[in-house]
């Protein structure tokens, strides 16, 4: 079983930064798959940013050149550097880890007051 404890959700103003971390911890063998996914009240869950197994990068186009995903293979933790927040990235945001098995974190809320 996987375990993934997301953190570092929060209030900030417009053009504020923040910075998600999510841990995985458990019986991991290979990652071939973390990212996160956001959802906005009375939206779809929608996926923000993603990183590969080699390390390649996918972005929404409504947080490109604000967001950066990263990751600690030896730590087996993905980030997300926000920047320039605004108020409509205002969303539950949630982590996701694919090693055959899809696994989704319990979510951590960010909210961007204008």
């Known amino acids: 079983q996987v375990q993934l404890v997301e953190s570092g959700g929060g209030v900030v103003q417009t053009g504020g930064s923040l910075r998600l971390s999510c841990a995985a911890s458990g019986s991991i063998f290979s990652i071939n798959f973390m990212g996160w996914y956001r959802q906005a009240p009375g939206k779809q869950r929608e996926l923000v940013a993603a990183?590969?197994?080699?390390?390649?990068?996918n972005y929404a186009d409504s947080v490109k050149g604000r967001f950066t995903i990263s990751r600690d293979n030896a730590k087996n933790t993905v980030y997300l550097q926000m920047n320039s927040l605004k108020p409509e990235d205002t969303a539950v945001y949630y982590c996701?880890?694919?090693?055959?098995?899809?696994?989704w974190g319990q979510g951590t809320q960010v909210t961007v007051s204008s």
């Open positions: 996701r880890l694919i090693t055959g098995h899809n696994y």
């Open positions: 990183i590969g197994s080699g390390g390649t990068t």
